[in-house]
């Protein structure tokens, strides 16, 4: 698998990008995507094989349910054959019919550890519905364990624990936008009067309202174009 992942390098220093796109020729997916986290509040796109695996992570990012933010969070795999069934509608009512019209019928997602520690998940997609082989489960696993190798010889995440964004963003920079959705985060804390996760609630909460990415959002708030009033925020 490692040999598979330097192919896609090419001679390059081997990142995030190239294990995407070795998950996508071992795993026979149509995608691929990688995230990462500095620490829970903190989520990045590290890379994406093409637009509707980047479509997918926003609307994770976004919408706050997926298979990628499972996975990540309770460091088990999640396999879904067919994400347009009942369950996995039920499942993610708002995340799976957004996966559905974007064309990924099944998802799998596979979390990235380094002992206890999650660092993130990586995320593929079919087209068409139906499972994984246990072959292509292990070698998901393996590229995870791939990746994860590559993080830490990036030094990511920092050893010292510190909570500054330094080396938080491994394996070719920050995700497009995320940088600007935590500093919009913190204007709307002040605007509102409110914690930063009651602030980031009511960011995700217009965006999905008003059907724009939270990162177009965020830009907004960043540029001063849109402020947040306390009667925007709904009473707990």
Request: charged residues 15%.
């Amino acid at each position: 698998m490692w040999a598979l992942v330097s192919g896609c390098a090419d001679g390059e220093t081997v990142s995030a990008a190239h294990v995407c796109r070795a998950a996508v020729v071992a795993v026979e997916v149509d995608g691929a995507g990688l995230s990462v986290a500095a620490r829970p509040d903190r989520r990045q796109r590290a890379h994406a094989t093409d637009a509707v695996a980047a479509l997918l992570d926003e609307q994770q990012f976004t919408l706050g349910e997926g298979p990628g933010i499972e996975a990540g969070a309770s460091g088990g795999q999640v396999l879904v054959a067919d994400v347009s069934a009942p369950a996995g509608a039920s499942r993610w009512p708002m995340f799976a019919p957004v996966a559905t019209a974007a064309g990924a019928r099944a998802v799998f997602a596979f979390p990235l550890q380094a002992g206890a520690i999650r660092l993130g998940a990586l995320t593929l997609y079919r087209a068409k519905p139906g499972p994984l082989t246990g072959e292509q489960v292990a070698d998901a696993v393996t590229l995870c364990r791939t990746a994860v190798a590559v993080m830490l010889a990036a030094g990511w995440p920092p050893l010292n624990g510190a909570g500054s964004d330094q080396g938080a963003w491994p394996l070719g920079g920050p995700g497009e936008g995320r940088i600007e959705v935590y500093q919009a985060t913190g204007m709307v804390a002040v605007q509102l009067g409110v914690g930063l996760q009651d602030a980031f609630a009511a960011l995700r909460a217009r965006a999905f309202s008003e059907g724009v990415p939270l990162a177009r959002l965020a830009r907004q708030v960043v540029d001063r174009r849109l402020r947040f009033h306390p009667d925007d925020f709904p009473d707990s």
